[in-house]
T-cell receptor, first 112, second 114 residues
């Protein structure tokens, strides 16, 4: 299976704390992306990191990628109640086609 | 509001019915996708269309029939579905079918098969 694994499955934190979620995958990748999904809604693209990049920032988001360990992490700093959602890593194989394989997801709850 | 619009939002149908899901985007994207998502699971790719042509079919049963009538529209025709086909069906689009293109998702159609 090309599905990624994420941990933790669920994470509950207080508003203002940082949240870290991890993704591991098995194949060689072209890039890795992170998406957010609010309950009952579609997915929203957050950030893309290429296989030759090690770290990327976007606002309160920080993503790292370690291709030797086939793993990535997403850090959300100074969390807000509105960050409550499921977060999925997604990656594309090296075929060049844009068929995404998603990780199992982390359910984040930020308590006000 | 998302830029990818899916209709209907909810659909309940019997196993002998024929229905269609519709997806529309006006961002000028030339790649469109169908995903299936079961509860508490990640989305799974079903089909990819690139420039209105079927590019990828992830071994989806023939009771699901995609159609791309033009660059803005993507349909998924349903016939003789099974109860295990109940899921959230998500449509997405990207500028082109290249791996560095983020995908834009609609809010999905929640399908229930009786």
């Amino acid at each position: 299976s090309q599905q990624g694994e994420e941990d933790p499955q669920a994470l509950s934190i207080q508003e203002g704390e940082n949240a870290t979620m991890n993704c591991s995958y098995k194949t060689s990748i072209n890039n890795l992306q992170w998406y957010r999904q609010n309950s009952g809604r579609g997915l929203v693209h957050l950030i893309l990191i290429r296989s030759n990049e090690r770290e990327k920032h976007s606002g309160r988001l920080r993503v790292t990628l370690d291709t030797s360990k086939k793993s990535s992490s997403l850090l959300i700093t100074a969390s807000r109640a509105a960050d409550t959602a499921s977060y999925f890593c997604a990656f594309v194989g090296q075929t060049g086609a844009n068929n995404l394989f998603f990780g199992t997801g982390t359910r984040l709850t930020v308590i006000p | 509001d998302t830029e990818v619009t899916q209709t209907p939002k909810h659909l309940v149908m019997g196993m002998t019915n024929k229905k269609s899901l519709k997806c529309e985007q006006h961002m000028g994207h030339r790649a469109m996708y169908w995903y299936k998502q079961k509860a508490k699971k990640p989305p799974e790719l079903m089909f990819v269309y690139s420039y209105e042509k079927l590019s990828i079919n992830e071994s989806v049963p023939s009771r699901f029939s995609p159609e791309c009538p033009n660059s803005s529209l993507l349909n998924l025709h349903l016939h003789a579905l099974q109860p295990e086909d109940s899921a959230l069906y998500l449509c997405a689009s990207s500028q082109v079918e290249q791996s560095n293109q983020p995908q834009h998702f609609g809010d999905g159609t929640r399908l229930s098969i009786l």
